[in-house]
């Protein structure tokens, strides 16, 4: 294999290439990356790519890592099947800290193996995990795979949410009120959630939203937005990105019913798999996911 061609051209044929992680949703291609990097970059992007691979790197103070910091991109994953050889050839030489995160393990393999090839002695270590819960064709077979006692307490919890707050419906909107009104719902909540709000980032979900396929969701009650969820979907998968609540209706866990109707709206739409993305709260095993390991990759080169 020849050298890889670096270069910041996100119109690359190279994106078509598959992740060699599966079910890792948009974090990998060009719409997202290209947003991530008009707004968080604090480095230097490049576009690495060969004749059967691509990756996007982000290159700051000497450590080189996937581009999408990692508060905001949940899984990392090179394109293409000759990642390793690619990763190799960059690698080759290169001084410095190369530092991996955010792996499913397919990708992780295929970082290590790129950085052993390169003469490395990468270290690889589990730093977080994603929440995956496996979608029945039904919401009467989502029900039943729940023990007695979780569905017990969904279906307390929604007759509580309908006695206090009213029956909810779930509404999809568009455009920049959706995500203002979605940025309040988030503030609203307070510490870090509020903090996490800032008009920069207001203006990264903006992007997303306009530019990468973001999808956000309202849960209406009583005329009122009570919670949102800004999430994606692919043909197979939603996956929930992020969501905020009204803290005025906080004892009527507008949270969990947020998600029960957004679980339902993606069996209703042939979806088999709702992808809570990173985080291990229990809430999310409670409704019967399964942890999802991803992992760190890191190696120094003198």
Known sequence: MTGPSVHLDWN?????????AGRVGPFPRAPFLETWAGHRANGAVEIVEGSDALMVLHVVDGVVEFAGDEDLTDYHSPLGEGSSELLASYASGRAGRFSFDSLPCEAAEHVEKGLTLAGLVPRCEQHEAAAVLELADSWEGVMESLDKKQRHELRRKRRRF??????PVLERRQGDDAVAAFSDLHRSAGGDKARFMTNEMEAFFAALHRDAGGVIDFLVAGGRHVAAAFGFEDEDTYYLYNSGFDTAHAGASPGIVLVELLMRQAVSSGRDRFDFLKGEETYKFRLGASARPLYRVAAEAS
Do not use: I, Y
């Not at 690359?12 to 060699?20: C, K, M, N, Q, R």
């Open 12 to 20: 690359s044929v190279g994106f078509e290439l598959e992740p060699v």
């Open 162 to 167: 309908d006695e206090q707050v009213g029956a």
